[in-house]
């Protein structure tokens, strides 16, 4: 039984929804400077190297992404999944807008800087769980991952600290190379990778019952 197309507008709603937070998380991340989540530390340095807004390099890592799955799947990559394009897009603009909303906020203590970290975590933490909620298409990051896991037969959970590493120790190579430092990796990556899974995790049979109640999805 096909699912109606009602239910997939539905579905599509709750993603951007979700994407919209996803965005807030990472802006408040940035803004904290104690680096910011694994999936977004190469989009910030390169952006940082590059002269392009955060949400610029976002896209074009996920357009990235996108091909490599194509390349690894070939034949088994399904159509559908082109669907990652619009919503890489969709996520980029909105992560520009959330850094542009946030940017009169200031710290003046480290404390503060935490503050706006642990803010981050969350709101990324949440965001995730409503694209797992969704059911619609994930995003690109994940998509690789999938892909990967698909080839190989490695479970997902592990690719996923594989894949996160992987992007963290090229950010850690490139923020040295071109900006002489170390940029958007800190302790508040550290955290991210630590956290937002556990957020994701507990947050998701709960708003799969809110989801349930209000749009019947």
């Known amino acids: 039984m096909k699912t109606p197309w009602t239910e997939w507008v539905k579905r599509y709603v709750f993603l951007v929804i979700g994407l919209g937070i996803m965005a807030f998380g990472v802006a408040f991340s940035i803004k904290g400077d104690l ?8 989009p910030y340095v390169t952006g940082q190297i590059s002269g392009l807004t955060v949400g610029q390099t976002t896209i074009i ?3 990235v992404f996108i091909v490599i799955q194509i390349l690894l799947l070939r034949r088994q990559f399904k159509p559908v999944q082109l669907l990652q394009l619009p919503v890489a897009i969709i996520f980029g603009y909105l992560t520009d807008l959330a850094v542009w909303a ?5 710290y003046n203590a480290y404390w503060q ?3 706006y970290c642990i803010l981050g975590i969350l709101l990324v933490g949440v965001g995730v769980s409503f694209e ?5 298409v994930t995003l690109a990051g994940e998509g690789v ?3 990967v896991c698909q080839v190989t037969g490695q479970p997902f959970g592990r690719m996923k600290v594989s894949f996160d590493v ?9 923020s040295f190379i071109f900006l002489h430092g170390l940029y958007g990796v800190r302790e508040g990556t550290v955290a991210a990778a630590l956290c937002v899974g556990m957020v994701s995790k507990t947050l998701n049979p709960r708003l799969k019952k809110v989801a349930g109640k209000l749009l019947g999805i």
């Open 166 to 174: 992987t992007l963290v120790v090229l950010s850690v190579i490139l």
């Open 61 to 63: 890592m996920h357009c």
């Open 35 to 42: 680096g910011t989540s694994p999936i977004s530390s190469l």
């Open 145 to 147: 991952v999938l892909a």
């Open 113 to 115: 800087q935490w503050i």
């Open 132 to 136: 797992v909620v969704a059911g619609a």
């Open 102 to 106: 946030v940017g009169a906020l200031s």
